[in-house]
């Protein structure tokens, strides 16, 4: 299930099960988004990113949907493993260098 | 090689100290990036480098000064920091609109200490 604390939403999943971690961008003027990972002690590692004339993109085990109308992001990922644990953070291109993170889920798999 | 890297790993200063974190790339991106990352938050953009100009200063306080002394080269100069700018310090850079890519790699950070 998903809880918001007091600095983090948590989202807890079963290992093999499909995740869904979901984000509110602010900017209608954003064109470009893009999903991180950050693993304990590392800094964020790049994982889908999508442009604003798209509505889905998939990768390897993830897709990223976006709807424009309500300014909502998901990253979805299959087949949940233990390695998947981490802090997963959206960020939109606010302008021509300027990319925006959002506030971040923590996704704890369960084995 | 896509990696970014940053010097040094950890950092413990005295308030009236002057340090400076290092940041390296060597995968041609023409821009390079300092966020500051505290605790259960996101990381947030301090300064940007574009064709080693600064294109964008985030109302930073002057005790930070940043640098680029060439296209792989980014440095964050620090000077009588206040305990609250303790956090993780990252460094990142990307190919930007020339190649259509806004893909940002990013080091493995600075965890700084201001005591």
């Known amino acids: 299930g998903e809880s918001v604390g007091l600095h983090l939403p948590t989202l807890s999943v079963q290992e093999g099960d499909n995740s869904i971690i979901n984000c509110a961008y602010s900017?209608?003027?954003?064109?470009?988004f893009i999903w991180y990972k950050q693993e304990s002690g590392k800094g964020p590692q790049f994982i889908i990113d999508i442009r604003s004339n798209m509505d889905k993109r998939q990768g390897q085990r993830v897709t990223v949907l976006l709807n424009k109308t309500v300014k909502h992001l998901s990253l979805q990922i299959a087949a949940t493993q233990p390695g998947d644990s981490a802090v997963y953070f959206c960020?939109?291109?606010?302008?021509?260098?300027?990319?925006?993170f959002g506030p971040g889920t923590s996704l704890s798999v369960i084995p | 090689d896509t990696e970014v890297t940053q010097t040094p790993k950890h950092l413990v200063m005295g308030m009236t100290n002057k340090k400076s974190l290092k940041c390296e790339q060597h995968m041609g991106h023409r821009a390079m990036y300092w966020y500051k990352q505290k605790a259960k938050k996101p990381p947030e953009l301090m300064f940007v480098?574009?064709?080693?100009?600064?294109?964008i200063n985030e109302s930073v306080p002057s005790r930070f000064s940043p640098e680029c002394p060439n296209s792989s080269l980014l440095n964050l100069h620090l000077h009588a920091l206040q305990p609250e700018d303790s956090a993780l310090y990252l460094c990142a850079s990307s190919q930007g609109t020339a190649k259509g890519s806004y893909e940002q790699y990013f080091g493995p950070g600075t965890r700084l200490t201001v005591t």
């Open positions: 900017n209608s003027a954003s064109d470009y």
């Open positions: 960020a939109e291109r606010a302008s021509y260098d300027k990319v925006i």
């Open positions: 480098y574009s064709y080693e100009k600064l294109s």
